[in-house]
């Protein structure tokens, strides 16, 4: 889908003369009127200076992103380079036209055989008209396992050897499933949100999916052209753009731009600022109206009628394109229900127009998840 740039501009070219006015034209110069003359050489010499400006400001916010890299802003050089490199290369052989790539992390316990990366794929495979996104998804592992497997099934893997903020190698282990708001599982959500900031700071713009969520329409559809963050909500209020909506991280679309980085990083920093056991979207929450309006960043909630979950269970499958299964804990129960939910999909989607014209289809109410 088509994004607008930052900053549009236009270019309003004159008419050709005709050769009757060139003629003139040099005769008007020949004259040597110098009082005539001096309007056209201030434009041209205008130009020049603003393409000057231009040229230096793409150079100062290209240095500006390669010096964003990491936890400071420093630039990249020696080993440090060599994990930017490869993970540069990667979002580019994923991107879309308009540099989107879609996301999603998994760890060991997620890519196990009959886990939650097989329900997440076939999904794909089974939507309409999501296959063919699958060439844009890259999938970041947290440990080799994880990683190993990726490469087994897809083509855009990347292993992420997530850092501490004080540059050491974590303790925790994060192949094993995590469960939800205990250190692992918060450790895991912060190095998540660390490295869509560094997704921003390449350049690139990115729709992060947890792998819980799966997708039977495409959602870039919903989200506006005009917005710098696109997020889901558990319980949409009907306002998309009502900061009173409770963020959802799981499902989050940002556009790179100076001031969504700057986003990024004022929402990292605002974690000092709360007790250490809350996670990165207890803190959006808090801070998304001041960051908003402080950087001018438009934010868009996402109505549960087309990316839903079964906190909001909508059960018009004409308009979904992707169920969360977000108000549920447990890997277990998350892979349970989430089989149904593909078994369901599969049934609309065989029965012939004329049925599912008459409706009656839905969901099969989550079983063994926790509402």
């Given at each position: 889908?088509?994004?607008?740039?930052?900053?549009?501009?236009?270019?309003?070219?004159p008419?050709?003369?005709s050769s009757r006015?060139?003629?003139?034209?040099?005769a008007?110069k020949?004259?040597?009127?110098?009082?005539r003359?001096?309007p056209?050489i201030?434009?041209?010499?205008?130009?020049?200076?603003t393409?000057a400006?231009v040229f230096?400001g793409?150079?100062?916010?290209?240095?500006w992103?390669?010096?964003?890299w990491?936890?400071?802003a420093?630039?990249?050089?020696g080993?440090?380079?060599?994990?930017?490199?490869?993970l540069a290369e990667?979002?580019?052989?994923?991107?879309m036209?308009?540099?989107?790539?879609?996301?999603?992390?998994?760890?060991k316990?997620?890519?196990?055989?009959g886990?939650?990366?097989d329900l997440?794929l076939?999904?794909f495979?089974s939507?309409?008209?999501?296959?063919g996104?699958?060439?844009?998804?890259?999938?970041?592992?947290?440990?080799?396992?994880?990683?190993?497997?990726c490469r087994?099934?897809h083509?855009h893997?990347?292993?992420?050897?997530p850092?501490?903020?004080?540059?050491?190698?974590p303790?925790?282990d994060?192949s094993?499933a995590k469960?939800?708001?205990?250190?692992?599982?918060l450790?895991?959500m912060?190095?998540?949100?660390?490295?869509?900031?560094?997704?921003?700071?390449l350049?690139f713009?990115?729709l992060?999916?947890?792998v819980?969520?799966?997708?039977?329409?495409?959602p870039?559809?919903?989200?506006a052209?005009?917005?710098?963050?696109?997020?889901a909500?558990d319980?949409?209020n009907?306002?998309?753009?009502?900061l009173?909506n409770q963020?959802?991280?799981?499902?989050?679309?940002?556009?790179?731009m100076?001031?969504t980085?700057?986003?990024?990083?004022r929402w990292?920093?605002?974690r000092?600022?709360?007790p250490?056991?809350?996670n990165?979207q207890?803190v959006?929450?808090r801070?998304?109206?001041?960051?908003?309006?402080r950087?001018g960043?438009?934010?868009?909630?996402?109505?549960?009628?087309h990316?839903?979950?079964?906190?909001?269970?909508?059960?018009d499958?004409?308009?979904?394109?992707t169920?969360?299964?977000?108000c549920?804990t447990?890997?277990?129960n998350?892979?349970?229900?989430l089989?149904?939910?593909?078994?369901?999909?599969?049934?609309?989607?065989?029965?012939?127009?004329?049925?599912r014209?008459?409706?009656g289809f839905?969901?099969t109410k989550?079983?063994r998840c926790?509402r």
């Open positions: 889908m088509p994004f607008f740039s930052d900053d549009p501009s236009s270019c309003i070219c008419p050709s003369p006015s060139s003629k003139s034209m040099a008007w020949v004259r040597g009127d110098a009082g003359l001096l056209v201030t434009f041209f010499l205008g130009a020049a200076v393409g400006f230096l793409a150079t100062m916010d290209m240095s992103r390669f010096a964003a990491g936890n400071g420093r630039p990249v050089a080993d440090e380079a060599k994990p930017f490199a490869e990667l979002l580019k052989n994923a991107s036209e308009d540099n989107t790539v879609i996301v999603t992390s998994i760890n316990a997620y890519a196990a055989p886990s939650l990366l997440f076939e999904s495979r939507g309409k008209g999501t296959a996104l699958l060439d844009h998804l890259l999938i970041v592992s947290v440990d080799p396992g994880a990683h190993e497997t087994s099934v083509r893997c990347y292993l992420l050897r850092d501490n903020d004080d540059g050491a190698a303790a925790v994060l094993a469960y939800f708001m205990t250190k692992d599982y450790d895991m912060w190095a998540r949100n660390r490295f869509q900031q560094t997704i921003l700071e350049g713009n990115f992060f999916t947890d819980d969520i799966l997708w039977f329409r495409n870039m559809r919903h989200i052209v005009t917005s710098d963050v696109a997020i909500s319980y949409f009907g306002d998309p753009d009502s009173h963020p959802n991280g799981g499902f989050l679309y940002v556009r790179s100076n001031r980085v700057e986003f990024y990083r990292r920093e605002a000092a600022g709360f250490p056991g809350t990165e207890h959006l929450a801070v998304q109206l001041p960051l908003t309006r950087l960043v438009r934010m868009q909630f996402l109505d549960t009628a990316c839903g979950g079964f906190c909001q269970l909508s059960d499958l004409r308009r979904v394109s169920m969360h299964a977000n549920c447990g890997l277990d998350k892979v349970h229900d089989r149904n939910v593909l078994r369901d999909w599969r049934n609309y989607t065989a029965a012939t127009r004329e049925v014209r008459r409706g839905g969901w989550p079983g926790i």
